[in-house]
């Protein structure tokens, strides 16, 4: 298991350079005349019922192996100086083997004032979920949905039957904030008003054009014979779109294939109140260091004030009032399935 930790983790680094996301397909309409300085700009975002300084963070990536826990002490590291909430990886390894519990508990130790989010697969029950808040000591839970990197891992879970009372024991029986979310498979509509169903009040939707979980999988198989699922899933701007009829009754959170402060800028404009970054900031860590990656986060959130500014939008709330056009197979996606997309092109008005 340490082993398929740090594989994942050096696969997920060589995908970074790889992956293409469906942002491209949704521009925003330039209007000429501006109306707001940039020191206007408010970034802050509520969640799980209280206030952050900024709508993204570091995502759930890693734990498990001594790497591992190096890496997520420079995570640590970075939330801690730039005030970024921070979600560890799965916990779920720590659970089994305890040796391996202070690769997720540096986090906290690194970062003792910063706001954490645990992580646990979808199989975990109530007991499960309590211990793996305990271990991290973190402010809220996290359960990822991951069927389609189970069912391609040559020793992955094939029995699901219980996740959906998992879910809703979970949500009605930890004391802490629970979010569900995808990793790199994004949701349907059908999926979210399930989870409503079930009492989650926050998902991550994870959209395709990140880390691809299959392909990770698939490079571990002795055949590597299911590259044919690579492309599985929806992307992370079509999962958006999905949940727009949703977004006024659950919280919505965007990652999968962000990098850059555009993506963050038109996740935001469809209606996610925060957006969680992994790739981007394993590769910055790896290859250029804590410094460097606290410096980048700077500068990001600078640039997201930049886009603020040149979209008219003083809040994030304004920002959902921005018109998009939205083109290509993105288009073809929202006409299948009957979503009103012509309706993003004139919301300023």
């Known amino acids: 298991m340490k082993n398929r930790k740090d594989d994942h983790i050096k696969l997920a680094d060589w995908q970074y350079a790889q992956s293409a996301t469906d942002f491209d397909a949704i521009r925003f309409v330039h209007h000429s005349l501006p109306h707001i300085d940039a020191d206007q700009v408010q970034l802050n975002t509520q969640l799980f019922g209280q206030e952050f300084p900024f709508p993204f963070f570091i995502n759930a990536m890693t734990g498990g192996s001594e790497w591992t826990k190096a890496i997520n002490e420079k995570f640590a590291t970075v939330a801690r100086e730039t005030g970024l909430m921070m979600a560890t990886g799965s916990v779920s390894q720590a659970i089994k083997d305890p040796d391996t519990a202070d690769s997720f508990q540096i986090v906290r130790q690194t970062n003792p ?32 949905l991951n069927t389609p990197q189970e069912l391609a891992m040559p020793e992955g879970d094939r029995h699901f039957q219980a996740v959906r009372d998992n879910l809703q024991a979970i949500v009605e029986g930890v004391d802490r904030p629970v979010m569900v979310k995808e990793v790199g498979f994004g949701m349907s509509r059908e999926t979210i008003e399930e989870l409503l169903s079930l009492g989650v009040k ?5 959209g395709q054009g990140g880390t691809n979980f299959i392909a990770i999988e698939n490079e571990r198989r002795s055949l590597k014979d299911m590259d044919y699922l690579t492309q599985w899933g929806q992307s992370t701007a079509i999962s958006l779109l999905e949940a727009q009829s949703l977004k006024d009754e659950v919280d919505i ?27 981007q900031f394993l590769h910055l860590v790896l290859n250029h260091g804590v410094q460097e990656t606290i410096d980048w986060v700077e500068e990001f959130k600078d640039q997201v004030r930049m886009l603020m500014v040149l979209t008219n939008s003083q809040s994030l709330s304004d920002l959902e009032k921005t018109d998009l056009i939205i083109s290509g197979h993105v288009r073809d996606w929202c006409q299948a399935r009957q979503m009103p997309y012509q309706n993003f092109s004139h919301r300023s008005h």
């Open 113 to 144: 004032e910063g706001f954490i989010i645990a992580n646990v697969g979808m199989n975990h029950g109530l007991s499960g979920a309590k211990r793996a808040l305990e271990i991290t000591e973190a402010d809220a839970l996290a359960i990822h």
């Open 202 to 206: 926050t998902v991550d939707i994870s």
């Open 253 to 279: 959170i965007a990652s999968g294939g962000v990098k850059t402060p555009l993506h963050v800028a038109l996740s935001l404009a469809l209606g996610a109140k925060a957006v969680g970054m992994s790739g």
